[in-house]
């Protein structure tokens, strides 16, 4: 995350499936906290939340396009976000799973 972002950012996964060649593509939507830059997510590792209590963590690899153009006016018109994620969790990232980054 940038410098300067204070707090605690959540999104709420509302869409989930496999990415084509590798990773996955995760549709989320800010759930609470400061609206990061899209700049800063790439390269973050954010923590995996089940609705069970599963954990896991994702990486942020990069943005689909399929929901438009990425940027930072759009995210925080819609604060909504394709993420391009590698998981490191099992199982699978899915619909309802909170991701959260800060502290």
Same mark, same amino acid.
């Given at each position: 995350m940038a410098k300067g972002d204070s707090g605690r950012t #959540? *999104?709420?996964v509302i869409d989930a499936l496999d990415h084509?060649?590798?990773g996955r593509i995760l549709r989320v939507k800010l759930q609470d906290g400061p609206v990061p830059s899209v700049r800063s997510l790439t390269?973050?590792?954010l923590r995996a939340r089940s609705p069970r209590g599963d954990e896991g963590q994702v990486t942020v690899l990069g *943005?689909?396009?399929t929901g438009g153009k990425v940027s930072d006016a759009r995210f925080r018109e819609t604060r909504?976000?394709?993420l391009h994620? #590698? #998981?490191e969790s099992d199982p699978p990232v899915s619909l309802r799973?909170?991701?959260s980054a800060g502290g």
């Open positions: #959540e *999104f709420r084509p060649h590798t390269g973050t590792t *943005f689909s396009l909504r976000l394709d994620v #590698e #998981e799973w909170t991701l």
